[in-house]
């Protein structure tokens, strides 16, 4: 199951049943089952609390991906702040609504096993993030 829900700021304009279909999709193609997923979309000030409490970084992030995956079925928590989603999608000159879902999707595979922080691993992860935005219908629903 997969929830969505807020800490201090209104849900973002998202098709929960089109994403929760895709996450499924994106999941499955990496071989995973998706188990209780929870996004929890927060600012800047709840995501550098998360940071610091439970991974003592001291910086903003997008995304902080708790996994609590087994075996095959992927489960975690995911927290977004959707402030730096914004920062980050004027930055990169993207939709906010494509870096939202490039986000989400960041968060899910890092739960199928995909790392960012190796030597060539950002570049790994950049390619999965493109492919399976590749397979999202942002016009679907408009």
Not at 78 to 106: A, C, G, K, M
Request: charged share 25%.
């Amino acid at each position: 199951m997969i929830s969505y829900q807020t800490d201090g700021v209104a849900l973002p304009q998202i098709r929960r049943r089109e994403v929760t279909a895709w996450v499924k999709r994106v999941a499955s193609t990496y071989g995973k089952k998706v188990g209780e997923i929870a996004y929890i979309f927060c600012n800047d000030d709840r995501i550098i609390e998360v940071n610091r409490q439970y991974l003592q970084h001291d910086y903003y992030t997008d995304i902080i991906t708790f996994d609590y995956t087994t075996g095959s079925t992927i489960s975690g928590d995911l927290f977004i702040s959707l402030d730096t989603v914004r920062s980050n999608s004027e930055e990169q000159h993207t939709t906010y609504e494509e870096e939202l879902h490039r986000v989400i999707i960041h968060g899910i595979l890092h739960l199928c096993g995909i790392n960012d922080k190796g030597p060539g691993e950002r570049e790994i992860m950049e390619a999965a993030e493109n492919k399976a935005l590749a397979d999202y219908d942002f016009t679907c629903g408009k």
